[in-house]
Structure formats: structure tokens, C-alpha cells
T-cell receptor, first 112, second 123 residues
Framework: QSALTQPASVSGSPGQSITISCTGT?????????VSWYQQHPGKIPKLLIY???IRPSGVSNKFSGSKSGNTAFLTISALQAEDEADYYC????????????FGSGTKVAVL | QVQLVQSGAEVKKPGASVRVSCKVS????????MHWVRQAPGEGLEWMGG????????IYAHTFRDRVIMTEDPSTHTASMALSSLTTEDTAMYYC?????????????????WGQGTMITVS
């Protein structure tokens, strides 16, 4: 079971919107509406931003939004700010026999 | 508000075993779906195993299933993860994390509360 595929890096200017893709297969992202997204600043623990493709936990800014099309999920960050500079990981439940959850390879977001 | 506090960093020799504990406060351990995720230095997140409500048992990723044991002790509100036959490739930060519980009490496939992490160095 390979990691979900994310771009290594995405960048944007303050105030812009960016979108991070997360490509899986029809055994994970394409099969279940169980995609989640995490933000991780250097040296910090992961923070849940989105679950069930598009649901934001209480306290998470509405600048973060999630969606899915086929085997690819997307995280959009609007009104980009310096504090959004971090690593972002997607994850999905999977019907694989070797693990329940697979994470993405991670995307480093840079605010120019 | 659930909080998870993990045991401290450890340095181990190759071939040794390690046990990481995760103490729960703010909820009852048996009412949670506890999971373990690790992250090697500079690398991404890797799910190791956790409680699967549909099967009512702990499921291990095949990568680890021959050398990992995850346990829960309700009397001490503590979950533990023991990993044996350590190699240098097991050097990583190890996290316990709980699955999201929705408004009607069902677990979702995401992790919203994380421990502070336990750094295990194998050298």
C-alpha cells in the first residue's frame, strides 16, 4: 500500500488561495468519504483541519475547505497568511488488507 | 476535553524493545478509539495500528504486526504501544491519537486529539 500522492510543495502570496491535491486509488480515496487533512508546523504535533472530506472540526478556521473528485481529494486554503506556512498531510481509510489508514506523502506550503 | 500525555524520549540499541505509554484524561479510555502513528525525522506520517470499532478489536498495520503490541489499561487510563526487534529505521516520533467522535457518538476516520509525541532513537 503506497502513500497517497501529494505535491511536494505549493506556494502562494499572502491573500491568495491555494489548493493541495491528494491522489489515491479506488481502494481508498475513491471508495470512501473518509479523507482527512492535517496541518503540522515544524516541531509541532499534527492538527486536524478536515475530516469526512469536507467537515471542519469545531475551532478550525473556515479558510480551510475540503473536497473530492474521483480518486483525488483537495484541500483549499483561502486568504493565505504567513502562519499557514506548514506541512499538510491527507489521509484516507482504506479497504487494504494490510492497513486501515494511509497518509499522504505531505505537502510543504510556502507563503511568499 | 480529552488530553493525551505520553511517556518520555528513549534511546535503544538495535534488537531491543521499547514501550510507549499514553495517559488519557478528560474521557474514559474505553470510550475512545486509540491509534498510534509514527513519523521518522523529516518524513511523513505512518499509521501503525489502533482500535477498529467495526471489528471491536485492535488492528495492526501489516508492516508492524509481527513485532507490535498495543494495549489499554482502563484502571490506569493508559494506552501503551510496545515495539520489539528495533532497527535504526524505527527511529521516529511516536504519537498516540484518538479518533474523532461525532455528535451521536460514532467514531469517524480521522484523529483529532494527539499526544505530544515520544521520540524513540535506535542507535
Amino acid at each position: 500500500q503506497s502513500a497517497l500522492t501529494q505535491p511536494a510543495s505549493v506556494s502562494g502570496s499572502p491573500g491568495q488561495s491555494i489548493t493541495i491535491s491528494c491522489t489515491g486509488t479506488n481502494s481508498d480515496v475513491g471508495l470512501y468519504n473518509s479523507v482527512s487533512w492535517y496541518q503540522q508546523h515544524p516541531g509541532k504535533i499534527p492538527k486536524l483541519l478536515i475530516y469526512d472530506v469536507s467537515i471542519r472540526p469545531s475551532g478550525v478556521s473556515n479558510k480551510f475547505s475540503g473536497s473530492k473528485s474521483g480518486n483525488t481529494a483537495f484541500l483549499t486554503i483561502s486568504a493565505l497568511q504567513a502562519e499557514d506556512e506548514a506541512d499538510y498531510y491527507c489521509s484516507s481509510y482504506t479497504d487494504s488488507t494490510i492497513l486501515l489508514y494511509v497518509f499522504g506523502s505531505g505537502t510543504k506550503v510556502a507563503v511568499l | 476535553q480529552v488530553q493525551l500525555v505520553q511517556s518520555g524520549a528513549e534511546v535503544k540499541k538495535p534488537g531491543a524493545s521499547v514501550r510507549v505509554s499514553c495517559k488519557v484524561s478528560g474521557d474514559t479510555l474505553s470510550d475512545l478509539s486509540m491509534h498510534w502513528v509514527r513519523q521518522a525525522p523529516g518524513e511523513g506520517l505512518e499509521w501503525m495500528g489502533g482500535f477498529h470499532p467495526e471489528d471491536n478489536e485492535i488492528i495492526y498495520a501489516h508492516t508492524f504486526r509481527d513485532r507490535v503490541i498495543m494495549t489499554e489499561d482502563p484502571s490506569t487510563h493508559t494506552a501503551s504501544m510496545a515495539l520489539s526487534s528495533l532497527t535504526t529505521e524505527d527511529t521516529a516520533m511516536y504519537y498516540c491519537a484518538t479518533a474523532v467522535k461525532d455528535s451521536v457518538g460514532y467514531f469517524r476516520d480521522a484523529f483529532d486529539v494527539w499526544g505530544q509525541g515520544t521520540m524513540i532513537t535506535v542507535s
